[in-house]
């Protein structure tokens, strides 16, 4: 992605690593990448957490991220994101509540963060995504009530 002089491939706008056996953390220099809207490393051994870099990543509109060994919480400024539309962190081994709220709400249209440890209550920002087609939170700790916006979602 970067050579020696460290000059990366600014054009670079997807990468697809799914079900290979890819360990060690997810390199932060994928948050050097301007134009990365798809980020596919699903299916690994990928451990740590996730790289506040990618926050920084203003196109990234899916984040693939499940089945792997990552820890941590989910940052709030990852989902802060304007142009994120498909979050999938499942199975892996996250920590901590759901961010508050996305970016962009109109544009959300999946997340999945089910098989972690996530505690808290669903936000209630969550109910009002119109465009949300699906969410998977199974087995986690959540707690409180699911807000009821959650299910006049007509995507749904």
Known sequence: L???TRKCHRNLGMISASENLFSGTI???FGALPNLMYLWLDENRFRGTIPSSLSGVPNLRALVLHSNSLTGTVPPELFANKALE?????YNDFTGTLPPAFGNPSMVWALSAEMNHLTGTIPSAYGNLPA???VSLHSNMLSGTIPPSLGNNPEM
């Open 132 to 134: 949300m087609m699906g």
């Open 2 to 4: 970067c050579s020696r």
């Open 86 to 90: 498909a979050v999938a962190l499942g």
């Open 27 to 29: 390199p932060s220099l």
